[in-house]
Nanobody
């Protein structure tokens, strides 16, 4: 069974940086990050292929967020910089078989970690 555990969320100020981690119990082809703010749809942020490190990003975070993985630790990271209050959301990692942006393409999800950005 695939288990994903996010960590690294918290309360930060606008302009700060934060790194989220996603630990995986089993290696999957693709790991992605999504977020969901109250009353909004779950939004794709970034995804990475485990084997060769190919990445895709949402236009809304391109240049501010970076996804990477550490094979030795079975962990995928989301480095976030220049954070804004509108980045406040619960951040989820997800695993699946294809490098796509749709949440429907991911079969396994973590429990989420809260990120709050104060102005």
């Amino acid at each position: 069974q695939v288990q994903l555990v996010e960590s690294g969320g918290g309360l930060v100020q606008a302009g700060d940086s934060l790194r989220l981690s996603c630990g995986a119990s089993v290696i999957m082809n693709v790991v992605a990050w999504f977020r969901q703010a109250p009353g909004k749809e779950r939004e794709f942020l970034a995804a990475i292929t485990w084997n060769n490190g190919f990445t895709i990003y949402a236009d809304s975070v391109k240049g501010r967020f970076t996804i990477d993985r550490d094979k030795a630790k079975n962990t995928v990271y989301l480095q976030m910089s220049s954070l804004k209050p509108e980045d406040t959301a619960v951040y989820f990692c997800a695993a699946g078989g294809r490098l796509i942006k749709s949440k429907n393409g991911y079969d396994y999800w973590g429990q989420g970690t809260q990120v709050t950005v104060s102005s």
